[in-house]
Nanobody, 118 residues
């Protein structure tokens, strides 16, 4: 079974930085796409960004502030969050899309809380 373990969440002041990590149980080469979503109370889940074969994409709300990177040797994907705003407060979920015979299945991490507040 695919396991995604998230870490790095916590409390940070506005304008501060935080880095989240998502460690996979197997080689990240097994996945077509890895990325991050977030969900704030009372809001729908929002795509933050993704990485596929080294190419990254970001939501407009985080573009220029967040960076996704990968370390193949550690089977880990990172989300570096800079210039954090209160509206970034949410539970952040890592995902990994694994290929199947005819489609891909999306695997999810357990989520980690990020709170931006003074």
């Amino acid at each position: 079974q695919v396991q995604l373990l998230e870490s790095g969440g916590g409390l940070v002041q506005p304008g501060g930085s935080l880095t989240l990590a998502c460690a996979a149980s197997g080689s990240i080469f097994s996945f077509n796409v890895m990325g991050w979503c977030r969900q704030a109370p009372g809001k729908e889940r929002e795509l933050v960004g993704s990485i596929s074969r080294g190419s990254t994409n970001y939501a407009d709300s985080v573009k220029g502030r967040f960076t996704i990177s990968e370390d193949n040797a550690k089977n880990t994907v990172y989300l570096q969050m800079n210039s954090l705003k209160p509206e970034d407060t949410a539970v952040y979920y890592c995902y990994a899309d694994a290929p199947t015979y005819r489609d891909s299945v999306r695997n999810w991490g357990q989520g980690t809380q990020v709170t931006v507040s003074s």
